[in-house]
């Protein structure tokens, strides 16, 4: 079967002392959404990442995940863990 792509939005808040640390993820439905979502997310967030990912549904093999944007403050090699 072929790959699904999803596109993701992950927030980060500021904890405490002032260390980011991940909000709730939200999937969206086109690439597009995910940058209008982070852009805003990261208005009222410290910072928010929009990113993609191939899997295939059946092995749930998956591909290294794809940048969209990255807005406000998130951590450094944030898509390492993704």
Known sequence: MAKKTFYV???YELGKRGV???GVPMEV???GDAMRVA???ALVKAG???FSRAVDPETEDSDEPV???SFGAVPDGVL???
Do not use: C, E, F, H
Request: glycine share 4%.
């Open 9 to 11: 939005v992950q927030p």
């Open 20 to 22: 980011l640390k991940a």
């Open 29 to 31: 439905r086109t690439a």
């Open 39 to 41: 852009k805003r997310m």
């Open 48 to 50: 928010a990442v929009a």
């Open 67 to 69: 940048l969209i944007g």
């Open 80 to 82: 390492d863990a993704a």
